[in-house]
């Protein structure tokens, strides 16, 4: 079952299957509602993303991946809203510091964008290296969290 959101950055995907979010992906597709509990849910907490209002997700997810992919899309979950890593602290953060490649690969496979904040990690020298959805949207994802961390309301 899927609903699919207008935002700020265009139509996003939800995916939901057996009370588990699965993906949340950036769409071409065409606006659709849907009225399934967890994916309101899902839409209210976006939402309350793109207005500033949410830092944190509490959605239940299922990330179908490697191990080693799943050990990746953990380690992104930790970063801190407003802040950013590179690939080469989150490869040491899995006890895998020669594995930035690999991570930078395991970023691009992640299935459920924003809420697992792949666009949080940036290379060494802070370059905004690759995003699945294109270097604008990264630096669009980043500069809003920014903002609302250097918010005085």
Request: hydrophobic share 35%.
């Amino acid at each position: 079952m899927y609903s699919i959101i207008k935002t700020p950055i265009g139509n996003i995907k939800i995916e939901e299957n057996d009370g588990s979010i699965v993906r949340i992906q950036h769409t071409d597709e065409p606006h659709l509602e849907s009225s399934n509990i967890l994916l309101c849910e899902a839409k209210n907490q976006l939402t309350e993303y793109f207005e500033g209002k949410r830092k944190v997700f509490d959605l239940p997810l299922n990330l179908a991946g490697t191990e080693f992919q799943q050990n990746v899309w953990n380690a992104l979950k930790e970063i801190p809203y407003g802040e950013t890593r590179s690939y080469k602290q989150i490869a040491e953060r899995i006890g895998n510091p020669s594995a930035c490649r690999a991570v930078g690969m395991a970023n691009n496979k992640n299935p459920i964008m924003i809420v697992v904040p792949c666009h949080r990690v940036i290379g060494s020298n802070g370059s905004l290296t690759g995003y699945a959805f294109g270097t604008d949207m990264k630096n669009w994802l980043l500069q809003l969290e920014k903002s609302v961390n250097n918010c005085d309301c």
